[in-house]
T-cell receptor, first 117, second 112 residues
Framework: GAVVSQHPSRVICKSGTSVKIECRSL??????MFWYRQFPKQSLMLMAT?????????EQGVEKDKFLINHASLTLSTLTVTSAHPEDSSFYIC?????????????FGPGTRLTVL | TQLLEQSPQFLSIQEGENLTVYCNSS?????LQWYRQEPGEGPVLLVT?????EVKKLKRLTFQFGDARKDSSLHITAAQPGDTGLYLC????????????FGKGTKLSVKP
């Protein structure tokens, strides 16, 4: 149980294009999903918190107009990197928290490697 | 400001040795989680500790939460090459939406 998938696993795009990353909780309902980015040899940095049916809460320094987050259902959240630039190249990881879990564990997806040329 | 200081940052040991990874903070956490991450993959949850002084064991891994819930440790007994990976601690602060603050990680390499 508690499986989270991400799609695509890798994406290469040209500068100026937009890229959408999907995060799905496969066997549980997730009231909250989180989006992180991880640069090489660094830890995970929280970008935004997404609650189903409401606007995402962005961390300080994260541009909400550049990183569009939609949490349309209890099993799906999407992150769209708009007008991507090479500095947006990173490893993007989502996590989901179970609606029914009494604890606060987050279950992570396998990540999406974004390379912007 | 790094709220969670994790040490050591790198650790290279021989198979069979013991090791301890530390996670320290001046902040109190309502819970603390340990993850292991392989290159190119997402973190995998190992354990969650909630109660001050709590000790949890997972085979050769022993996790401890400090009495004041400000620090935690991960001890591995008789390390094996399969233990190689990046170990991350993450704390959840009271009043947050369940947001986790991650330490910088400990990159462990166990040589046969």
């Amino acid at each position: 149980g508690a499986v989270v998938s991400q799609h695509p696993s890798r994406v290469i795009c040209k500068s100026g294009t937009s890229v959408k990353i999907e995060c799905r909780s496969l066997d549980f309902q997730a009231t909250t999903m989180f989006w992180y980015r991880q640069f090489p040899k660094q830890s995970l940095m929280l970008m935004a918190t997404s609650n189903e049916g409401s606007k995402a809460t962005y961390e300080q320094g994260v541009e909400k107009d550049k990183f569009l987050i939609n949490h349309a259902s209890l099993t799906l959240s999407t992150l769209t990197v708009t007008s991507a630039h090479p500095e947006d190249s990173s490893f993007y990881i989502c996590s989901a928290r179970s609606r029914t879990s009494g604890g606060n564990e987050q279950f992570f997806g396998p990540g999406t490697r974004l390379t912007v040329l | 400001t790094q709220l969670l200081e994790q040490s050591p940052q790198f650790l290279s040991i021989q198979e069979g040795e013991n090791l301890t990874v530390y996670c320290n903070s001046s902040s109190v956490f309502s819970s603390l989680q340990w993850y292991r991450q392989e290159p190119g993959e997402g973190p995998v949850l190992l354990v969650t500790v909630v109660t001050g002084g709590e000790v949890k064991k997972l085979k050769r891994l022993t996790f401890q939460f400090g009495d004041a819930r400000k620090d935690s440790s991960l001890h591995i007994t008789a390390a094996q090459p399969g233990d190689t990976g990046l170990y991350l601690c993450a704390g959840e602060k009271r009043g947050s939406q369940g947001n986790l603050i991650f330490g910088k990680g400990t990159k462990l390499s166990v040589k046969p």
